[in-house]
C-alpha cells in the first residue's frame, strides 16, 4: 500500500537533508511501527507523506497504492485516504470543531465523487464516535483544539480518523502527553480500525504504545534511514538496550 | 464671465471646511483631497420600493434618503417612544465639519426613548437606505431610559450604482443602570461616502456593547466619542471591518473615563484585500480622578494583499496613578501552518483560506448574544468574502 524508495528530503528553507535514503514497505492490513532517537527524522517523515511544503522531495519517490503522491497537496493526499494523527494538533480559534468535521467530511466525499451528508447523518456519526472516544458533544461544539488538554487534543485527532476513514493511518508521537487511561482510550481506538484493507505507521519514541497498539513489522530511523527492520520483538530490544547498539552495529 | 453657476451654498463651504491631513485626527484620512466633488443635499427622498432587505426580525423604523417615513414605519413595542424633529446639536464653530455637513438640506432628526425591557425581545432598527445621488443626512438622539434593557440595530445600505454622500450623527445616552447593545450594520454600495460620528454617554451601573460592521462604502469615516461619567459603568466595543477593493475605511474612537471604578474593553479585527486602506485611532483618556479605571484597546489585521495597508494609532492619556490601560495591535497572514491542519483533513486551499479568514472575524461577532443577529452578520461577511476574497 505505502512504498517509499531511496527518499531523500530537505527543509524547503536551508537545504538541510533530514531524510537521507530512506526505504519502507507497508502493505494492506500491517501496522508499522517507525522508532528512533530523537532529531533521526520520525516527524519529518509524517510531514512528508501528509504533502508539508516545508520540506522538499529532492529525490526518490512515494507510492501509495502504486501511484507517487509527491505532485499532490495535502488535501488531495488526504481524500486518497492518508491521514496524518498530529503530534501536536494545531489550535484554530474560530473554527467550531463541528463545522471543521462536517467541512472536512464533504470535501473528501465530493472530491470521491460521492454525495454529502445530510446534518442529522453527519451528527448520528459523530456522536456514534465519539462516544467510544470519551468525547463530549459539548467539547465538539468549542473551537478546533481550543483549549483542549493534551489528552482531549489526541482523542480529537483519533476521531477525525474514525470518520474520515483513511487507507493510511500515520500516528506522530501519538502516545506523547497521554496519561496511561487516555493511551488505551486512544489505543482502543486506532486498534478499532485494524482491517485487511488499512495501513497504519506509528510513529512512537517509546515501547509503550507498541504494548497497545501491537505492531507487524518495527523499524529504527536513524539520521534519515531505516538501519534496522524486524517484529514486534525489536521494540522490546529496544527498550532494553537503547538504540545506540543498534545504531552503532549498522553503521 | 460665468464662474461657479452650478455651486450650491454647501458645497461652497465644504470645500473649504473638509479637514485635510495637517488636521491631527484625519492624518490618514484626508477628507478634502478624498472627497473630490461634494453633491447637492437630495431634494425629493426616494422609498426605493421594496429594495430594502430585512436581515433579522426587528421593529423598523425606515430612514429613506435621510427622511424618516412614517407610514412605512413598523408597530412599535410598548416602551418605545418616538420624538420627531429633535434639535440638533450646534455645531462647535465652523471647524466641526461633520456637524456642519449635518445640518444641511431636508434631513430629519429624530430622537427614540426607550424604557422597560422593549426591545430585548425583538430590536428596534434603524433603516438607512439611500436611493438617490446625492447628500443625506440623519441625526438621531437616543436615550435608554434608568434600568431599561435595549438593542438597537443601525443599519446603512445604498442602492446599487448610487453615487452618494451620507452623514450620520448619533447621541446615544445610556441612563443609569439600563444596558444596551448597540449594533452598527454598514454595507454602502461601493460608490458611497460616509461620514459618521456615534456620541456616547454612560451613567452610573450602565453597560454598553457597540457592535459595528464594516462592508462596504468607498470612503467611511466612523468617529465614537465616549464619555463614561458614572461609577461601575462598563462599554465594550466590538467591531469587524472588510476593507477591500479601493475602499478607505477609518474607525476612530475617542474615550474618556471621567470617574473612577469603570471599565471599556474595545476589540478590531480588519480583513484588508485588494487596494484597501484601512485606520484605526484609538484615544483613551483617563481623567485624574478617574482611579480604578481599567481600559482595554486591540487592534487585530489580517492582511491579505500586498496592495492593502492598515494604519493604526493608539493614544493613551493617563492623569490617573491607579489604573490598568493596555492596546496592542498586531498585523498577520493566514498561519501556514493552520493551512496545513486542514489541508491534512482533506479541505481544499481555497476552502481552508476562506474557513481560516472567517474565523479570524466570526470569533468576534459570535460574542454577540443574539443567535440570529449573529447568523445575519456571518452571512453579510461571508457574502463579502466571497465578492472580494
Partial sequence: MLEIKDLHATIADTDTEIIKGLNLTVQAGEVAAIMGPNGSGKSTLSYILAGRDDYEVTSGDILFNGESILEMDPSERASAGVFLAFQYPMEIPGVATMQFLKVAMNEQRKARGQEELKTPEFIRLVKAAAGDLDISMEMLKRPLNVGFSGGEKKRAEILQMKLLEPKLCVLDETDSGLDIDALKIVSEGVNALRSPDRATVVITHYQRLLDYIVPDSVHVLSKGKIVKTGDKELAKELEANGYANIIAAAA | MMTNIETTPAEQMLGRLLPTRRTESFHYTDLRSLIREFPAPVITPETGGDNYKRIVDASRLPIFDGKFFDALKDELPAGVTLVQDVERPAANGLDDTLLAINGLGESDAFGVVIEGDATSEKPLGLAHMANSAGLTNVYHNVTVKPGANACVIDRYVSSDGIAHVSSAVVDLSIEKGAT??????????????????????????????????????????????????????????????????????????????????????????????????????????????????????????????????????????????????????????????????????????????????????????EELESEPLIEALEEIIARWLEKNG
Fill in chain 2, 180 to 365: 444596551a447593545n448597540w449594533i452598527i450594520i454598514q454595507e454602502e454600495n461601493t460608490d458611497a461616502t460616509r461620514l459618521a460620528r456615534l456620541n456616547i454617554s454612560l451613567a452610573e451601573n450602565a453597560d454598553l456593547n457597540v457592535f459595528i460592521l464594516n462592508a462596504g462604502g468607498k470612503l467611511v469615516r466612523q468617529e465614537i466619542n465616549v464619555v463614561v461619567s458614572g461609577e461601575n459603568a462598563n462599554l465594550d466595543i466590538k467591531g469587524v471591518n472588510l476593507i477591500g477593493g479601493n475602499s478607505h475605511v477609518d474607525v476612530t474612537t475617542v474615550l474618556a473615563h471621567s470617574v473612577p471604578n469603570t471599565t471599556s474593553n474595545q476589540l478590531f479585527r480588519n480583513i484588508m484585500t485588494g487596494q484597501g486602506k484601512g485606520v484605526f485611532q484609538g484615544q483613551i483618556k483617563v481623567h485624574q480622578i478617574a482611579q480604578k479605571t481599567d481600559a482595554k484597546m486591540a487592534c487585530n489585521t489580517l492582511l491579505l494583499s500586498d496592495d492593502a495597508a492598515f494604519y493604526a494609532k493608539p493614544e493613551l492619556e493617563i492623569f490617573a496613578d491607579d489604573v490598568i490601560c493596555g492596546h496592542g495591535a498586531t498585523v498577520t497572514e493566514l498561519e501556514d501552518d493552520h493551512l496545513f491542519y486542514l489541508m491534512a483533513r482533506g479541505i481544499k486551499e481555497r476552502t481552508a483560506r476562506a474557513l481560516l479568514v472567517e474565523a479570524f472575524v466570526d470569533e468576534v461577532v
